[in-house]
């Protein structure tokens, strides 16, 4: 079984968690709360309008990341892969998070990822998940 998402829109970098003085403490806070919470709706959206079924029972999960970043057609030819920032890595690990308790119960237990940054006509994020049960021989 292959379960495969698509997150519209620009796709986003993992930011680091931000600081600021309140009075006399310092207080600690996500910038992404919202972004994350929006990106987490349409994972259950998706997995629901395709009637996919309970995926967080799995073991392990070989995961694919499609990263697209619009660009016109007539720009395509010049030069198809996005070499720009964001940087692959934040672009994962963004998936991987809002991914946690929907798509897999932690994002320890993806065992395999192979991603792609790429120009598109359209901006987008796509997310094909393998997921897979341990069998041990007996």
Not at 59 to 66: A, K, Q, W
Not at 94 to 103: M, P
Request: aromatic letters at 8%; hydrophobic letters at 30%.
């Amino acid at each position: 079984m292959i379960v495969r998402i698509q997150i519209p829109g620009i796709p986003t970098p993992l930011s680091r968690h931000r600081s600021a003085m309140c009075g006399s403490k310092i207080r600690q806070y996500d910038s992404q709360k919202v972004k994350k919470r929006t990106t987490k709706s349409i994972m259950v959206y998706e997995l629901a309008k395709n009637n996919i079924p309970n995926i967080l029972d799995y073991d392990y999960y070989c995961v694919t990341i499609t990263f697209t970043f619009y660009k016109p057609k007539r720009l395509l030819i010049d030069c198809p892969e996005h070499n720009h920032k964001p940087d692959l890595d934040n672009l994962i690990k963004y998936v991987l998070d809002c991914g946690n308790d929907i798509l897999w119960t932690d994002d320890s237990k993806v065992t395999e990822i192979n991603s792609l940054k790429q120009f598109g006509t359209t901006s987008n994020t796509e997310i094909q998940i393998m997921p897979k049960k341990i069998k041990c021989k007996s």
